[in-house]
């Protein structure tokens, strides 16, 4: 496995694959890796033999006042893990690296930026689209794997690679979680055992609207009260937002027959997680 930290030796080790005819999987990642990364790579490692997986803590997702220089950072672990998963290259570059001296170019995907987690995180998806459409502009994948978790930033993502015309495909894997339910996620190192414990009502909330619904309930006003029910039982949880919505535009719906996305942030002490869940189309 090769570790690269420059640009232009991870263009040039593309390059070099696409001479031989070989096929590129990426798994765009922050490091700190778990189960639910490792899920990533191994989807990746369904479709092609050459996989990327980047490791690159992003400053321009994170806020003033948010985690940036707290976010674990991990990578000789995540490098022994990638390897025991057969990644071909580590593309690991600095800050610097990837945002040199007067650089200004960004990438805004409008209309979609601004809801549920770029809401309340504002500026945050447009560091995610610029840092990905970056990692794809140098990578050159045939796809590159996502994570169900991060359904807005899917959202976001797709539309960016509609919009631009890029040649490639997004692939989506579900949600990894622990025994208990709670998803996996690097934040959440940071729970104490209590939160923990109280972080568990993201997912008992959305498998009440998802049993409501199995029942035939279509409203999602109803179900979304529902799901608030359920959270409004843990008070310590600090609720930013548990919407129902159209899992391609993240816009309001009021009937769940076509299909929906149900979303849930809220924070537990310090430390903000997101949940979702799909539902079917009847």
Do not use: W
Not at 4 to 26: F, K, N, P, T, Y
Not at 38 to 58: G, P, Q, T
Not at 96 to 109: C, Q
């Amino acid at each position: 496995m090769r570790i690269i930290r420059e640009i232009r030796e991870m263009q040039a080790a593309s390059r070099a694959a696409r001479v031989q005819g070989v096929g590129i999987g990426l798994v765009p990642t922050m490091g700190a890796l778990h189960k639910g990364h490792l899920s990533l790579v191994r989807r990746a490692r369904d479709e092609v033999n050459f996989v990327v997986v980047s490791i690159f803590v992003n400053p321009l997702q994170f806020g003033p006042t948010e985690d940036f220089n707290q976010y674990p950072r991990t990578l000789e672990a995540d490098c022994a893990r990638l390897e025991g998963e057969g990644v071909e290259i580590v593309f690991a570059p600095s800050a610097a690296e990837m945002y040199p001296a007067g650089a200004t170019t960004v990438v805004h995907v409008e209309g979609l930026s601004d809801k549920l987690d770029g809401r309340s995180r504002p500026g945050h998806f447009r560091g995610v689209s610029t840092v990905v459409a970056k990692l794809f502009h140098i990578v050159q994948p045939d796809f590159a794997v996502f994570g169900q978790k991060d359904a807005a930033q899917v959202a976001v993502l797709r539309r960016m690679v509609r919009d631009l015309n890029m040649d490639m495909e997004l692939i989506v894997a579900p949600i990894v979680r622990e025994a208990d339910g709670l998803a996996l996620s690097s934040r959440n190192v940071y729970l104490t055992p209590d939160e923990r414990r109280q972080a568990l009502v993201l997912h008992r909330a959305l498998l009440a609207v998802e049993i409501a619904a199995s029942f035939g309930e279509n409203c999602a006003e109803k179900l979304r009260a529902m799901g608030l029910a359920v959270l409004a039982s843990e008070p310590a949880a600090k609720l930013d937002y548990f919407e129902i919505i159209d899992p391609d535009t993240l816009e309001p719906i009021e009937d769940i027959t076509q299909g929906a996305l149900v979303a849930v942030a809220a924070s537990f002490g310090a430390t903000r997680l997101i949940d979702n869940l799909l539902l079917p189309a009847r």
